[in-house]
């Protein structure tokens, strides 16, 4: 916006930096004012009229599906350290998902909305039983990079480790899950490619979600 010769570019820019300003939830609306310069000097004056975020967000729901019912709660964190950062917290209980939670932080790559590097942990405590014999814990610490493209295309590029326990073996356990019994280590790098065109993301009524994934598992693993 400095560097623009023209009230043109100047117009465009100033409109550039409200829609970051907004993609980040660092303001909810901003109204733009272009004046002349109060030292009488050359150029123009942008005055940015906002209207601050939310701070920070409480939801919890109810998920009934597949035969497993989830009650969950989720807390967010909006623009931590003043420049579009968001911590996320989530934990839920189900029937067949004992207990789990996630944490995941968000940081724009150079104020940049379409681009984030995420930091994610969680762990899920699952009960196989009724149809497995045995119980599984899992924990995972992943750190990711997610580009937002034309169209609603998406990269990311994860790497992630993940510490499996399989416990609490049945008396009707097979052989095969006995020896399966115990903790492993998942180290893997993937990468994800998703088009996304859908007019809705909770009830969509036209356009469609494709994902395709590949991941390179055995690094630093099992």
Request: glycine fraction near 10%.
């Amino acid at each position: 916006m400095f560097a623009a010769q023209t009230v043109e570019r100047a117009v465009a820019e100033s409109r550039e930096a409200a829609g970051k300003l907004q993609a980040l939830g660092i303001v909810k609306g901003v109204h733009i004012e272009l004046d002349q310069p109060q030292n009488g000097g050359e150029g123009i004056d942008v005055h940015f009229s906002c209207l601050d975020g939310s701070r920070y967000a409480i939801r919890t729901g109810v998920n009934v599906g597949d035969d497993e019912g989830t009650a969950n709660v989720t807390g967010q964190l909006n623009n931590i350290w003043g420049g579009g950062e968001s911590l996320e917290a989530n934990y839920s209980r189900g029937s067949k998902t004992q207990a789990a939670f996630q944490g995941l932080l968000s940081v724009p790559v150079n104020a940049d909305p379409k681009r984030q590097l995420r930091l994610c942990a969680s762990q899920a405590a699952m009960d196989s039983r009724p149809y497995s014999a045995h119980d599984e814990i899992r924990r995972t610490l992943s750190t990711a990079y997610r580009a937002s493209g034309f169209n609603g295309t998406t990269h990311e590029l994860q790497y992630l480790m993940s510490w499996r326990d399989i416990c609490n073996l049945g008396l009707d356990a097979s052989p095969t899950l006995r020896g399966e019994a115990g903790h492993s280590l998942k180290s893997a790098i993937a990468y994800t490619l998703a088009h996304d065109d859908r007019d809705s993301h909770t009830v969509p009524t036209r356009g469609s979600l494709v994902k395709l994934s590949t991941e390179l598992a055995g690094l630093l693993g099992d």
